[in-house]
Nanobody, 125 residues
Framework: QVQLVESGGGLVQAGGSLRLSCAAS????????MGWFRQVPGKEREFVAA????????RYADSVKGRFSISRDNTKNTVYLQMNSLKPEDTAVYFC??????????????????WGQGTQVTVSS
């Protein structure tokens, strides 16, 4: 059974940084692409970033390009999201997700088949 556990969320002032982590178990982690999504109440879950199985391909939402960076450590079964220059509009629950493939270029919720429970990120102005 796949389990994804996010950590690292919290409250930060605008312009600050946070690093999210997602620890995975119950899968051959190095075989799958991973992604981060976010969601605010009343809105659909939104793509943030994705990374291929080996880390060689990444993809970002336009709204976070140049500020966020996704990475992974296959020896630790962990994927990270480094978030810099945070803005109040980045406030959301952030979810880690496992892609059904190793591609790393998917951005649709339907391409991801396992999800974590989410971690809250709040950016104050």
């Amino acid at each position: 059974q796949v389990q994804l556990v996010e950590s690292g969320g919290g409250l930060v002032q605008a312009g600050g940084s946070l690093r999210l982590s997602c620890a995975a178990s119950g899968l051959t982690f190095s075989s799958y692409a991973m992604g981060w999504f976010r969601q605010v109440p009343g809105k659909e879950r939104e793509f943030v970033a994705a990374i291929s199985w080996g880390g060689g391909r990444t993809r970002y939402a336009d709204s976070v390009k140049g500020r966020f960076s996704i990475s992974r450590d296959n020896t630790k079964n962990t994927v990270y999201l480094q978030m810099n220059s945070l803005k109040p509009e980045d406030t959301a629950v952030y979810f880690c997700a496992k892609d059904s493939s190793g591609y790393g270029g998917h951005a649709n919720v339907a391409d991801f088949d396992s999800w974590g429970q989410g971690t809250q990120v709040t950016v104050s102005s």
